[in-house]
């Protein structure tokens, strides 16, 4: 078992659809969690990072951790085809652990 | 804004030839990772540095691959020899701290052929 999983995808979702993309990670005393987002050919770019249960708003991004469940999401509303790339998540077993755990990433496109 | 720089951006080489790729880190960054990311695949830490003190190295195959940071600044990933499974995105990493935020530089493509 990987210690971070996502659904590979690909997810594809109509122009202005609310995108949901999910993560599960297997180490109980992980403490921060990112999002990042891929676009072909480049680096990651960090959007979203969280550290406690509950909801976290910024713009149309939303981030969702349940540590209890091991489940962290990411959900976009109003998705724009700028949107469509490959979002990994992350995870970090303390807050100063420094390394970070990657899955392999959701691919989402977003058709107009 | 300041940025990761890395060089090269590409590099095409044979199987058991040498490679070597710079990163230079944000100013005042301390933390400096490396990560090499293959296709379709989320990055993997090969190397973590504290200043110039390697932090994590668990990941890195030390048989054919070296790092250094040697005045804590910028960093050198050298392959050697280079194997065929060795083709992938090389991604270069840094942040304030272990516990700030990671910034990426654009990543260097190895192809061997």
């Known amino acids: 078992q990987k210690e971070v999983e996502q659904n590979s995808g690909p997810l594809s979702v109509p122009e202005g659809a609310i995108a949901s993309l999910n993560c599960t990670y297997s180490d109980r005393v992980s403490q921060s969690f990112f999002w990042y987002r891929q676009y072909s050919g480049k680096s990651p770019e960090l959007i979203m990072s969280i550290y406690s249960n509950g909801d976290k708003e910024d713009g149309r991004f939303t981030a969702q951790l349940n540590k209890a469940s091991q489940y962290v999401s990411l959900l976009i509303r109003d998705s724009q085809p700028s949107d469509s790339a490959t979002y990994l998540c992350a995870v970090k077993r303390g807050t100063n652990a420094g390394k970070s755990t990657f899955g392999d990433g959701t691919t989402l496109t977003v058709k107009p | 804004e300041a940025e990761v720089a890395q060089s090269p951006r590409y590099k095409i080489t044979e199987k058991s030839q040498a490679v070597a790729f710079w990163c230079d880190p944000i100013?005042?960054?301390?933390?400096l990772y490396w990560y090499r990311q293959i296709l379709g695949q989320g990055p993997e830490l090969l190397v973590q540095?504290?200043?110039?003190?390697?932090?994590?190295d668990s990941q890195l195959p030390k048989d054919r691959f070296s790092a250094e940071r040697l005045k804590g600044v910028d960093s050198t990933l050298k392959i050697q020899p280079a194997e065929l499974g060795d083709s992938a995105m090389y991604l270069c990493?840094?942040?304030?701290?272990?516990?700030?935020?990671?910034?990426f530089g654009p990543g260097t493509r190895l192809t061997v052929l």
């Open positions: 100013s005042g960054h301390a933390t």
């Open positions: 990493a840094s942040s304030l701290g272990r516990a700030d935020t990671q910034y």
């Open positions: 540095f504290q200043d110039e003190s390697v932090v994590d």
